[in-house]
């Protein structure tokens, strides 16, 4: 067994998530937050804190709801 | 009775779109002045290809609309948006204030020499963005390998 794991990836927004532009308009602003398969990514992959995140999973919803996104890949 | 900004995105079948724009929006816009609605505008936000199909139809008109209505209109509104057939789908949202920039945006769409292209075939592919420009970092040099091969000799 390998003792070297591989390092995670690093949080997409950053550290600082302050006021971000999360609107279901903006459509490839939101497909960076998702996997290929058209799934949120997580707290941990997106670097939001849970204001911010709870603000990218409703743009999402709305996206999805208007076709403007899948709701699987 | 509270008068409330509301932000509402339609889905609008695009078979009435191609047959007259100024038809189609006039349709919504007299469902919204029917519940008392004061609108402040209203423009057609994009064509585009749906993420996964609605009512059988691969692509739609969005229409985006900003309208002052008092709250006990809200859900007869919704009735009358539900049986029509011609909006596919509708978002309706509470917000504080007009967004900057989109008065403007839904005054040029009211001039005259506007024109609204008209919507491509259900089946037609989407066109192409142009390839963003490669910065200078993003280009690898590869070093010349029948120079190394001399210097070892």
Redo the contacts between chains.
Sequence with gaps: MSSSRRAPAPPISGKNCDDPVLDYKGVDNLKRFLTVHGQLLSRKRTGYCAQCQKALKQAVKRARHLSLLPFVG | MTNRLYES?F?LDNQMVREDWGKAKAMVLDLLHKHGAQLKSARR?DE?R???P?EGRQR?T?L?TYFEMGNEHLVALRRDLELNERIL?Y?M?KVEKLPEGELELAQAENAADFVVPAPPADDAPEPEKPAPERRQEDEVTVPDLDLMNVEEN
Aim: cysteine-free; aromatic content about 22%.
């Design positions: 995105m889905l936000w585009r749906l993420a996964y609605i739609a969005f985006l789908r978002l949202l």
